[in-house]
């Protein structure tokens, strides 16, 4: 069984891997961006209303005025805070004047000693406002000047800082995981891409190796193997089939151009003696014919039944009656034996018929002259069983797999001495089948073959049913 070119599983495997990674790397990186979008919203929606994103001169100047409980002195908090290192504290001190309760100006853009220290403050247009509170009460205002950058985007961008990091590590861990799951699907499912590409381009030899687990990529693997095992064994069949065919018009139409182009030379007469055999090839290629029809419509399914209740002991009757002087001819015995009170089975007698008639021709075939068939029928259980057997060689054990196959012969060499084109027990098989039966084989001791039937008996009708 050969296995997919490696070549072809590495470029398969390399496109999945592609694939796999923008698609991953989208999915992080719009996790990423949506994560920095959502907070800054709602930084910006709320930096007016909660303390926690409120201006830091504001929430430290409070916190002065609550220790102190005035604004005396408040200049110490600029030495403490504009050495820090916070940029944008330092920046804060710069655009803010602060004025108390009454309007008067306390810090003047963070200086305590410039003129306008004590003044009333007369706010501007471009400068916006800030309530500072204790226990509800106003104690001073912070008035803002507007800066190039909107405080609510000075906050993001502090803010944003740490978030991106964050967001950015568990993008890489979430790509790392990622990989590390990605071979367990990527390499089986290439290796099935690859398969099914080999597949269609006419290589059916082309197999899948599947793991030892039970996860749907190795079930796929598996379905896929048996799907190419259908399609080179329908394959195989199709070759076999057609070269069989050829085989097998070859013969009549060879044997008819021989007698027609001897007599149109003259160097056969044109009588009965010579065209009598070529008529003869003409039936041959008639049966012949209509076997592969009626095979091709059993095997699709299309073949219409007429099912009766039918006593097999009658029909084999019948049958071994048609064949009574083929037996005698070679010197054949056919005997047939009933079980007694047998129940009926539903077939279609015509088609039902010709499976018994395919059987017994086929046993008679092979039966030496002193030989005979036997012809059996019993009930078991809720089936009846028919069984024709021979007293013929047999078959050997491993060719008995194939003895329902189409234009299967026990002898290779495929000489005519024995007759038929091997499709008698195909179309058996397929008949029986489709009326619901079992069909099988094997040897009989100590010589001979055995063909048996199982179908299921009617249920005899209750009382007042019609």
Do not use: C
Not at 12 to 25: D, E
Not at 59 to 86: F, M, P, Q, R
Not at 139 to 154: D, K
């Amino acid at each position: 069984m050969n296995q997919v070119n490696a070549r072809s599983i590495r470029s398969v495997r390399r496109r999945l891997l592609i694939l796999l990674l923008r698609a991953l790397g989208l999915v992080v990186f719009l996790t990423v961006l949506l994560i920095l979008i959502a907070a800054g919203v709602v930084i910006s929606r709320n930096a007016g209303n909660n303390p926690l994103y409120r201006t830091p001169a504001a929430v430290i100047l409070e916190s002065y005025y609550l220790g102190h409980g005035s604004w005396n002195g408040v200049d110490a908090v600029l030495e403490g805070n504009t050495s820090t290192n916070n940029r944008a504290l330092r920046q804060d001190w710069k655009q803010i004047v602060l004025v108390d309760d009454q309007g008067r100006v306390v810090l003047d853009h963070g200086y305590a000693d410039t003129p306008s220290v004590g003044t009333l403050y007369q706010p501007t247009p471009n400068v916006s406002e800030q309530a500072l509170t204790l226990n509800d009460q106003v104690i001073g205002t912070i008035w803002m000047e507007h800066s190039a950058v909107p405080r609510a985007l000075q906050l993001i961008i502090t803010l944003m800082g740490p978030i991106a990091i964050i967001s950015v590590l568990l993008g890489i861990l979430t790509l790392v995981t990622g990989l590390l799951l990605m071979r367990r699907m990527i390499n089986p499912l290439s290796e099935v891409m690859a398969a099914a590409h080999a597949v269609s381009q006419g290589d059916l030899s082309a197999r899948v190796p599947v793991q030892a687990s039970n996860d749907d990529l190795s079930a796929l693997s598996d379905h896929f193997n048996h799907m190419a095992n259908e399609l080179e064994r329908a394959d195989h069949e199709r070759r076999n089939m057609l070269a069989d065919i050829a085989h097998e018009l070859r013969t009549p139409i060879t044997i008819l151009r021989g007698r027609l182009e001897g007599i149109l030379d003259g160097v056969y007469p044109a009588d009965e003696a010579h065209i009598a055999p070529a008529l003869e090839e003409t039936y041959l290629l008639e049966r012949l014919v209509e076997d592969l029809r009626l095979l091709a419509l059993a095997e699709a399914n299309q073949l219409r039944f007429e099912l009766k209740p039918v006593r097999l002991d009658e029909l084999s009757e019948t049958m071994m009656g048609l064949f009574s002087a083929q037996a005698a001819e070679k010197n054949v015995r056919l005997n047939l034996q009933a079980e007694d009170g047998l129940p009926e089975v539903l077939v279609d007698p015509q088609r039902f018929q010709q499976v018994i008639g395919n059987l017994i021709d086929n046993a008679l075939r092979y039966t030496p002259e002193g030989g005979s068939v036997d012809l059996a029928m019993w009930k078991q259980n809720k089936s009846v069983l028919l069984s024709v057997a021979d007293s013929g060689p047999g078959i050997p054990t491993d060719e008995l797999p194939h003895v329902f196959d189409r234009f299967w012969r026990s002898e290779k060499s495929r000489a005519r001495a024995t007759g038929g084109a091997g499709l008698g027990l195909s179309i058996a098989r397929r008949l029986v089948e489709a009326q619901g039966g079992k069909i099988s084989a094997r040897n009989r001791q100590p010589r001979g073959l055995e063909v048996q039937i199982i179908l299921p008996a009617t249920l005899p009708a209750k009382a007042g049913q019609v």
